[in-house]
């Protein structure tokens, strides 16, 4: 197959990154604050139009079925970053509909692809009453696995299996893979403790809050735990053996992590690995000690991806699957993982009575 030009886009916490290949060749490679995305959407598009794209997976939040921005109902809008109309907590949510308008008026070739709940290879019954199952980045890196892990141990997708834990910046997600395709998946909300978010959030808890803000899934992680909102990874790693409230962060993060991937073994029952990537991913201490609490699973190792200087890993996933859908040498792959056949809303699965009223209420759709 020829070589097309594709690109990645990931909208991260942290930060946004922007990851463009033709063929194996690296022809985009950024990774740039997140507030530009609030300050200067107009910046983020004019970046990825100076690639030349032939297509663009963009920013697609919770994820819908492939198709253009401009081809989106007003519930898809809705779901690709489920805020409701009169939340203004989190500025960078509306950065990312306006970069989305933005590459509209550009006329780019830009596609919005699924997240984990809406593929057909993960049974509806593991479905119910689920919304983030793993945002459409979650997806991104899963397929970023499965091409690493193909190529590594030189095995056919179809031979390929894991358990991947994506620890990033904000959230951790635990993603389960067999015969090369999606099969399960536990998202930021609903799983495991994250850097900056508290992972699944006590039923209780919820009860007692009432109406909350977005912005309230962006603490109760271990950011939380010490009390320092602002501190960074870096920071956070570097006392985490000399200050007994850092160490209990850090051992509740690893104990979470340790959790939800041995629940996974329920959907994955003989992964050949258990993956690891995200911002936390590239600390030593965080493998090895992972290796004590779940090396008994399956050998852990890191997603490496391809010679990234710069943007992440889900960029890098996000411009497989592009390169995929435009036809591009990974055609295979997103063929096998049957990304194009994604299809519904995330919103279907939930079973409670006037759910959708109440959806339609929030995002204000008549």
């Keep these: 197959m020829e070589p097309i030009r594709a690109v990645g886009v990931d909208p991260g916490t942290l930060s946004l990154s922007i990851f463009g290949i033709e063929g194996d060749k690296v ?3 950024e990774d740039i604050p997140t507030k530009v995305i609030a300050e200067d959407p107009k ?11 032939d297509i ?10 492939v198709k253009a921005p401009s081809e989106l109902t007003q519930l898809e809008e809705f779901t690709t970053i489920l805020l409701k109309k009169d939340d203004k907590s989190l500025p960078v949510l509306e950065g990312v509909k306006k970069m989305i308008e933005i590459a509209i008026s550009y006329n780019l070739p830009m596609y919005l692809i699924p997240s984990v709940i809406l593929l057909p290879t993960v049974p509806k019954y593991r479905k119910y009453n689920k919304i983030d199952m793993g945002t459409a980045d979650k997806l991104c890196v899963t397929v970023l696995g499965v091409y690493d892990q193909s ?11 894991f358990i991947l834990a994506e620890i990033g910046g904000a959230y951790t997600s635990i993603i389960g893979v067999e015969g090369g395709v999606i099969v399960d998946g536990i998202g930021g ?4 403790m994250g850097f900056i978010n508290m992972g699944r959030l006590d039923g209780e808890v919820a009860y007692i809050l009432g ?10 992680g271990v950011i939380s735990i010490v009390g320092k909102p602002d501190i960074t990874v870096d920071e956070f790693f570097s006392k985490v053996d000399k200050d007994s409230t850092y160490y209990e962060a850090y051992i509740a993060l690893i104990e979470d992590i340790a959790r939800f991937i041995n629940a996974m073994k329920v959907s994955v029952r003989n992964p050949r690995e ?7 991913s590239g600390y030593k201490k965080l493998l090895s000690d992972l290796e004590d609490f779940v090396g008994d699973i399956a050998p852990i190792v890191r997603v490496s991806g391809f010679k990234a200087s710069k943007a992440k890993h889900p960029a890098q996933g996000a411009a497989i699957v592009a390169d995929g859908l435009g036809g591009g040498p990974r055609k295979d792959l997103v063929d096998h993982m ?5 299809s519904g809303t995330v919103l279907d699965y939930v079973l409670l009575s006037g759910w959708m009223k109440r959806v339609k209420e929030v995002a204000g759709i008549e």
Aim: glycine fraction near 10%; charged fraction near 30%.
């Design 211 to 220: 109406e909350f803000k977005k912005a309230l899934l962006f603490e109760g």
């Design 151 to 161: 190529r590594r141990l030189e095995i056919e997708y179809k031979d390929v299996s």
């Design 338 to 342: 049957r990304i194009r056949e994604a």
């Design 27 to 29: 022809i985009l490679d």
């Design 43 to 53: 910046k983020v598009i004019d970046i990825i139009a100076s690639a030349e794209p």
């Design 274 to 280: 258990i993956l690891i990537s995200g911002r936390l």
């Design 189 to 192: 909300t609903q799983g495991p």
């Design 56 to 65: 663009i997976a963009g920013p697609s939040g919770y994820g819908v079925p």
